[in-house]
């Protein structure tokens, strides 16, 4: 089991940026996948990117692609997501999740992933 803390939301406006961290705690955390999934009201949780244990693969959604850049470091045990050209389509609650392996092929998927973060807000006003 591994504990995730994200941070990092707000409100921002159409256009602007914000950086979200999760930070991991337990044991051998650096040898997760990582992923960030998020949720706006009335809609089911969905993906949003994820990274290999090593950062050396990436994987985004298509509504994110060329916009969002998820990144790890694993010295600090913390995954990043950064968000740029935020849209007012992007408010939701973004959460943190891991799962104990080095790779998995359904990344965008909730059943994969073993720990969930509480969540943080991330509201964009338009």
């Known amino acids: 089991q591994v504990q995730l803390v994200e941070s990092g939301g707000g409100l921002v406006q159409a256009g602007g940026s914000l950086r979200l961290s999760c930070v991991a705690s337990g044991r051998a955390a650096s040898v997760y996948t990582m992923g960030w999934f998020r949720q706006a009201p009335g809609k089911e949780r969905e993906f949003v990117a994820a990274?290999?244990?090593?950062?050396?693969?990436?994987y985004y959604s298509n509504s994110v692609k060329g916009r969002f850049t998820i990144s790890r470091d694993n010295a600090k045990n913390t995954v990043y997501l950064q968000m740029n050209s935020l849209k007012s389509e992007d408010t939701a609650v973004y959460y943190c999740?891991?799962?104990?392996?080095?790779?998995?092929?359904?990344?965008?998927?909730?059943?994969?992933?073993?720990?969930w973060g509480q969540g943080t807000q991330v509201t964009v006003s338009s």
């Open positions: 999740a891991a799962k104990a392996a080095r790779f998995i092929i359904r990344f965008s998927e909730r059943s994969e992933y073993d720990n």
């Open positions: 990274t290999t244990w090593d950062g050396g693969r990436v």
